[in-house]
């Protein structure tokens, strides 16, 4: 694994217009320490292979395996803007709410403006900082790993 990066496996479907049809293994990727104790990997597993359209660069064909790369800083900023942000702004929301009618209703209302008013905010914000959402890198690998064997065919 590359220092810094979120990765997961994945085997090139097709390749059509610029961009590749990639079927991306379902189990835990392991990259913070949980391993085999990961509540995503565990819910993933036995599901089918993800696909994922994204743009190719070089000669990348169908059939390579291929590594799938998140940066974790990008990845981080992106999920307190979307996670945490929300989840602030809907509690002063409902505080807001609270003190200004005090009735459960004007809490309620606060809480429901709070968390709409952050994601138009976000929308606003990655839209106007273009590198603020990951965009995942196609890494060519030379050789599949033996766990990976039933995400090769996807229907």
Same mark, same amino acid.
Request: net charge neutral; hydrophobic share 45%.
């Given at each position: 694994? #590359? ?23 379902? $189990?835990?990727? *392991?990259?913070?320490?949980?391993? #085999? #104790? ?6 993933? *597993?036995?599901? +089918? $292979? &993800?696909?994922? &359209?994204?743009?190719?660069?070089? /000669? ?12 974790? @800083?990008?990845?981080?900023? @992106?999920?307190?803007l979307g996670y945490l942000f ?16 005090? *009735?459960?209703?004007?809490? $309620? ?10 994601? *138009? ?14 965009? +995942?890198?196609?890494?060519?690998? @030379?050789?599949? #790993? ?8 996807? /229907?």
């Amino acid at each position: 694994m #590359s220092a810094g990066m979120i990765e997961h496996r994945g085997i090139i479907q097709r390749v059509e217009d610029g961009k590749a049809i990639v079927a991306m293994e379902t $189990a835990g990727c *392991s990259s913070c320490g949980q391993g #085999s #104790s990961c509540g995503i990997g565990k819910m993933a *597993s036995g599901r +089918p $292979a &993800t696909l994922l &359209t994204l743009p190719v660069s070089g /000669d990348l064909k169908a059939g390579d395996f291929v590594l799938i790369g998140l940066p974790e @800083s990008k990845l981080t900023l @992106s999920a307190l803007l979307g996670y945490l942000f929300p989840a602030f702004t809907m509690i002063f929301g409902a505080w807001l709410g609270a003190v200004l009618d005090g *009735s459960d209703g004007a809490t $309620a209302l606060g809480a429901i403006a709070g968390f709409l008013g952050a994601l *138009s905010i976000a929308r606003v914000v990655i839209g106007l900082i273009p590198g603020l959402m990951p965009a +995942p890198q196609l890494i060519p690998i @030379s050789k599949p #790993s033996p766990a990976f064997p039933k995400e090769y065919h996807h /229907d």
